[in-house]
């Protein structure tokens, strides 16, 4: 039995090819498949779930699960299926629905997390540069307190 293709909405097929690496682009990626699993746990961390409503069937064209398993991103997709549904089933590996189902909530946040990326990318010039002001102003946000000011941490 063939493993199922991972697809990406029609609309976000451009800039999905504007994010990979090739001559001439600025795209910070290698393959389509890191591409979709940076968005989808993008999608994953917002909590930004959208279903797919036209499917690029060009480029990118779907991918099959194969490339993610041996990108090593099997994991990924697990985990986000296991936060999504809570139910630790969904790892199964013997009913194809519910590889299926692994599979859609996957696509679906990779959408989320797509569109989240075409409106932070929007007016940039070089991919690259933007993905590392983001990933930067993430690792350096500050958690929120209660308190006005806690002077706790310069002890």
Do not use: C
Request: net charge negative; no cysteine; hydrophobic share 40%.
């Amino acid at each position: 039995m063939a493993l199922p293709r991972i697809k990406v909405a029609k609309d976000k097929a451009e800039l999905v090819q504007k994010l990979l690496e090739t001559k001439g682009t600025t795209g910070a990626f290698q393959t389509y498949a890191d591409v979709i699993v940076f968005a989808a746990s993008l999608g994953a961390k917002y909590q930004k779930r959208v279903p797919l409503k036209e499917v690029s069937h060009s480029e990118p064209a779907p991918v099959s699960l194969e490339v993610f398993i041996s990108r090593g991103y099997e994991w990924v997709i697990k985990l986000i299926a296991v936060t999504e549904t809570q139910d630790i089933k969904i790892l199964s590996t013997e009913d194809p629905k519910i590889e299926e189902e692994r599979v859609q909530i996957f696509e679906e946040y990779a959408n989320g997390g797509l569109a989240r990326l075409r409106d932070e990318l929007r007016g940039a010039v070089d991919y690259t540069e933007r993905l590392l002001l983001i990933l930067s102003s993430e690792r350096f946000k500050e958690e929120e307190t209660d308190e006005e000011f806690d002077l706790s941490r310069f002890l």
